[in-house]
Structures are given as structure tokens and as C-alpha cells.
T-cell receptor, first 114, second 114 residues
Framework: GAGVSQTPSNKVTEKGKYVELRCDPI?????LYWYRQSLGQGPEFLIY????????DSGLPNDRFFAVRPEGSVSTLKIQRTERGDSAVYLC????????????FGQGTRLTVV | AQSVAQPEDQVNVAEGNPLTVKCTYS??????LFWYVQYPNRGLQFLLK??????LVKGSYGFEAEFNKSQTSFHLKKPSALVSDSALYFC????????????FGKGNQVVVIP
């Protein structure tokens, strides 16, 4: 498709389990962002990739969170030892990489930790 | 680090009346500014952006926004609101002198009353 694709759309997991969330950006977009959105809140920045490298990972809340983008396209957000507080909608966005360009968002993955 | 403030939680407006959603920003350099809209259970959709040039920018669905450097504001406006404009609106900023990180405000719920 032409847009940013995120899978799965919904994920329910038990506390303590490991989860992976996938983002497939728009073809040719070099910049990729991960955000977390809790109910009633704005998107909270997690990490930003330029190509394969994490240009800014200062938003990752702790070392249970990790993200990769090994070939500069698809990215995976990994959460270890999930906690109930990790429940949120995880949004992915991509952009052409220039600072004056807008980011295009996927539909998000709703993560519920029970 | 760049940041955005959206001071109002909810904006109520009668259909046909002008709509204004407020946004102020903080950056160390010059800003790139964006507005996004989010409908229920949907991803964020880009509305408009300010990069440089004319302080009044026009975007999708009849929306416009005015950049005011002295007041560090970028308020979103629509001359005549429609019921279908009811949604969550987010302001976002990049620091031209920083990295490509895009920081969002907490959002404003707009309710257009028929």
C-alpha cells in the first residue's frame, strides 16, 4: 500500500511477556519515528531513525524498550518484560527525511498488557 | 528541547461559527510547525505546516493557521465550522537548529454543535 503500515493492529499480552510491534514505512522515506499515545494524551516521542541508525532514542522510557531498523526500511519496536503501564497505542510515522517535510502516520498498534 | 503547549482541553463551537484552536511553542532556533487531526480510531492526518514565508498558511478541509513569531504561536483556524470537524487536533514542532525530532502537544478535542 501507499501508506505507513503497522502490525498487528491490536495486541493483548500478559504481564512479563515480550512483544514486537512492526512498522512498514512509505517506500523511500528515510526518517522513521515511534510514538506512544495514551488515552487523552498527545503522541509521546520514543525514538527516531534516520536510515538504519537511531538518531535520537532519548524518548525510550527504560531499557525494556528497544527498536531496530536493520535495512533502513521496516522497523520493529521491542518491549521486554511488559508491564501494565506499557498499555497504549504505539504509533509509527515516516517522512522523506528533510526537516521541512511532514510525517505520515500509520493507524497504530493498540497494546494491552493484562 | 522543543515543546508545544495547547492550553485548552476542549473547544466547543456552534456549526457555522469560526473555530480557533490555540498552540504555542518553544524552540531554541527557528521552528517548523505542523497541525494534525485525529478522528476516533484513526491515525493522525496532516492538515498544514509552516516552514517559511507567508505567516498565514492554508491547508486541507478549509483550515488555516497563522504563525506569530513574537508570540511564539501557531493557532489553527477555520472560518465556518462543520459538525464533521469534530475531532482531536494536535500541534507539533521541529527545531530548525535541532535534529529531526517532532514534538507534539497534548491535543485539543473540538466539538462542533449542530
Amino acid at each position: 500500500g501507499a501508506g505507513v503500515s503497522q502490525t498487528p493492529s491490536n495486541k493483548v499480552t500478559e504481564k512479563g511477556k515480550y512483544v514486537e510491534l512492526r512498522c512498514d514505512p512509505i517506500s523511500g522515506h528515510t526518517a522513521l519515528y515511534w510514538y506512544r499515545q495514551s488515552l487523552g494524551q498527545g503522541p509521546e516521542f520514543l525514538i527516531y531513525f534516520q536510515g538504519t541508525g537511531a538518531a535520537d532514542d532519548s524518548g525510550l522510557p527504560n531499557d525494556r524498550f528497544f527498536a531496530v531498523r536493520p535495512e533502513g526500511s521496516v522497523s520493529t519496536l521491542k518491549i521486554q518484560r511488559t508491564e501494565r503501564g506499557d498499555s497504549a497505542v504505539y504509533l509509527c510515522a515516516s517522512s522523506p527525511g528533510l526537516m521541512n517535510t511532514e510525517a505520515f502516520f500509520g493507524q497504530g498498534t493498540r497494546l494491552t498488557v493484562v | 528541547a522543543q515543546s508545544v503547549a495547547q492550553p485548552e482541553d476542549q473547544v466547543n463551537v456552534a456549526e457555522g461559527n469560526p473555530l480557533t484552536v490555540k498552540c504555542t511553542y518553544s524552540v531554541s532556533g527557528n521552528p517548523y510547525l505542523f497541525w494534525y487531526v485525529q478522528y476516533p480510531n484513526r491515525g493522525l492526518q496532516f492538515l498544514l505546516k509552516y516552514i517559511t514565508g507567508d505567516n498565514l498558511v492554508k491547508g486541507s478541509y478549509g483550515f488555516e493557521a497563522e504563525f506569530n513569531k513574537s508570540q511564539t504561536s501557531f493557532h489553527l483556524k477555520k472560518p465556518s465550522a462543520l459538525v464533521s470537524d469534530s475531532a482531536l487536533y494536535f500541534c507539533a514542532v521541529r527545531d530548525m537548529n535541532g535534529n529531526n525530532r517532532l514534538a507534539f502537544g497534548k491535543g485539543n478535542q473540538v466539538v462542533v454543535i449542530p
